[in-house]
């Protein structure tokens, strides 16, 4: 009942910026949690960014002063702005929110996941 789009991924050079956009849609209530995972080639998952409602972030180390993450919770969307990309940064990005749901509490969701690829 809840989807979750996804939008942005490319292949840039090093340097370069993108800018991934996630739109939720379908039942709940609410959004708690939003944020972002990525995943390479023979790697695990692993969390890149995350935004409360109220606004606070976090970030893994490997990407701060780099990326921004925000949201619009008007739109029920989620953004992460990727400055000064590095090739290390090429994985496959997934859109995550967690959400109130009627009847069946508190559930998280993906999205279907965009392609990153940084070249050098």
């Known amino acids: 009942q809840v989807q979750l789009v996804e939008s942005g991924g490319g292949l840039v050079q090093a340097g370069g910026s993108l800018r991934l956009s996630c739109v939720a849609s379908?039942?709940?209530?609410?959004?708690?949690?939003m944020g972002w995972y990525r995943q390479a080639p023979g790697k695990q998952r692993e969390l890149v960014a995350d935004?409360?409602?109220?606004?606070?972030?976090r970030y893994t180390d490997s990407v701060k002063g780099r990326f921004t993450i925000s949201r619009d919770n008007a739109k029920n969307t989620v953004y992460l702005q990727m400055d000064s990309l590095k090739p290390e940064d090429t994985a496959v990005y997934y859109c995550?929110?967690?959400?109130?749901?009627?009847?069946?509490?508190?559930?998280?969701?993906w999205g279907q996941g965009t392609q990153v690829t940084v070249s050098s």
């Open positions: 379908g039942s709940f209530i609410s959004i708690n949690v």
């Open positions: 995550n929110v967690n959400v109130r749901r009627r009847y069946f509490g508190n559930n998280d969701y």
């Open positions: 935004i409360i409602t109220g606004g606070r972030t």
